[in-house]
């Protein structure tokens, strides 16, 4: 089991930059992947970025491209994803996500409102 904890969101201007860091413990061992997703009210949860734990691969939604990065803590259970030049459009509630063997674990989200 891997227990997802996400922190930093808020309310932040349009333009502006903001952190959202997420904390993984268990077995964290066996997660191959760290990632974040979100979820806009009235869409469907769309991935964002997704890290491999190797750090060598990184993938992000086109949306986002440029604009924000995923990283990992020094400790490798942790996950960052600095968002910079926010739109309107980037409000959702972020999710954390870990892939495993074991399957895909979710973090209880934080929303992140961007304010025109």
């Known amino acids: 089991q891997v227990r997802l904890v996400e922190s930093g969101g808020g309310l932040v201007q349009a333009g502006g930059s903001h952190r959202l860091s997420c904390v993984a413990s268990?077995?964290?061992?066996?997660?191959?992947?760290m990632g974040w997703y979100r979820q806009a009210p009235g869409k469907q949860r769309e991935l964002v970025a997704v890290?491999?734990?190797?750090?060598?691969?990184?993938t992000y939604a086109d949306s986002v491209k440029g604009r924000f990065t995923i990283s990992r803590g020094d400790a490798k259970n942790t996950v960052y994803l600095q968002m910079n030049s926010l739109k309107p459009e980037d409000t959702a509630v972020y999710y954390c996500?870990?892939?495993?063997?074991?399957?895909?674990?979710w973090g209880k989200g934080t929303l992140v409102t961007v304010s025109s």
């Open positions: 996500t870990a892939e495993s063997p074991s399957g895909t674990y």
């Open positions: 890290m491999t734990s190797s750090g060598d691969r990184t």
């Open positions: 268990g077995i964290i061992f066996s997660i191959n992947a």
